[in-house]
């Protein structure tokens, strides 16, 4: 809630042009915000913020991060107590309706989802039109958008009803596209959803199974699945949940614009990054292993390249990511259970976890492994590739992104998105003949 604050914010200018009072807010928790609507009403100036790193670009009550703490709460909860306590989808509930749901709430969202999970069959002849080869993300941007053309009767973001049933079936579907868009890379029949399992526990069926023989799933290996998931659902206003924003400002569908966060989530700065961290550590593998950490570092640090710790920084944690800690418990879990405690690319992102920590350059810096550093490892442990990771978060921010979108197209506030520019190009001038040229 936006809580008018009795502190005002003075802006003068030194050539004495009339300066104004702006009002400022407090938010539940976190820093206040200075409200500058009307800024460029009163001042004809516009501000200068590219990056967004001191711009709040709308009000929300989803997700809170206190980046110097570490801390990480959903609608209030920290992230710790959903991944001991919660499955995904009472997180989802929790992301969407703002409450964690008792019993009978659970029964009836888990039902609903589990009905939807099946997609249109004419979504596997569009799918089959994709290069085998295709990266699963260039395949997953694809198939959300398309969804639009498949559940016409949801794509109305102004009809809170169209706007639930978008997220029933997003959340529903995405477990099965993004099993479609690898079991058609690798050649292997698609696997229907099966209604008796758990989401995520149908989710490795679809991934792992196939019609020639029984599948069943570990225990351990599920709950770390869904523990990524739930530390993957939501990122208060992130790029791709910016874009998902940005996107659903127009009034388009919910579809595209779940497909605009997908697209901007495959970045190797966003999403791409847990792919890149572990390509980094085969990378470093390849080259020598443990020993070579000192080479690369010195590579990382220095100014004149372009090599970065992948799954190191955040924009926002200039602590321990709380994600990163728990990704590292889940890790440790997953090698033992699978008997991969020897597991060499483990062992070498703990060495370089360490030194990493302990070296100037990112202490001061304050760069710490964010979550991506370790989701890579397990992930790969369970058998999933390494070009699915980024697709596998966006199966899991899918909840966040139409929980947030829903948030602004439901606040009688919201506008369409229009940032303004400091324009710095040609001054108006006029074309010349093209022989004059
Ligand atoms: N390795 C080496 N140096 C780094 C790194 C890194 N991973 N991250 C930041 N720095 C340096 C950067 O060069 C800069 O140094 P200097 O002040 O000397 O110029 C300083 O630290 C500040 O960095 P920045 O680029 O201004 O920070 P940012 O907030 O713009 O970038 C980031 C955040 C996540 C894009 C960046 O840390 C990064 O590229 N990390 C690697 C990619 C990664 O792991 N991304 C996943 C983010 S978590 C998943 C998600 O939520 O999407």
Redesign the pocket.
Known sequence: MMTPSNVKATLSFSDGSPGMELPIYKGTVGPDVIDIRKLYGQTGKFTYDP?FLSTASCNSTITYIDGDKGELLYRGYPIEQLAQHCDFLEVCHLLIYGELPNVEQRDKFVKTITYHTMVNEQMQFFLRGFRRDAHPMAVMTGLVGALSAFYHDSTDVHNAQHREIAAHRLIAKMPTLVAMSYKYGVGQPFIYPKNSLSYTANFMRMMFATPCEEYEANDVVVRALDRIFILHAD?EQ??STSTVRLCGSSGTNPFAAIAAGVAC?WG????G?NE??LTMLEDIQRAGGVEKIGEFIRQ??D?NSSV????????VYKNY?PRAKLMRETCHEVLNALGLHDDPLFKLAMALEKIALEDE??VA?K?YP????YSGIVQRAIGIPVSLFTAIFALARTVGWIAQLNEMIGDPEYKIGRPRQLFAGAAPRAVLPIGER
Do not use: Q, S
């Not at 190797?268 to 999403?271: C, D, F, L, R, S």
């Not at 970065?308 to 924009?315: A, P, V």
């Not at 964010?370 to 550093?373: H, I, M, P």
């Open positions: 990056g990122h992130n790029a989530l190797p700065a966003h999403g990054a890149a961290a990382v640090k100014k970065k710790l992948m799954g190191f920084g955040h924009r990511d350059y990112f810096r760069l964010n979550v991506d550093f």
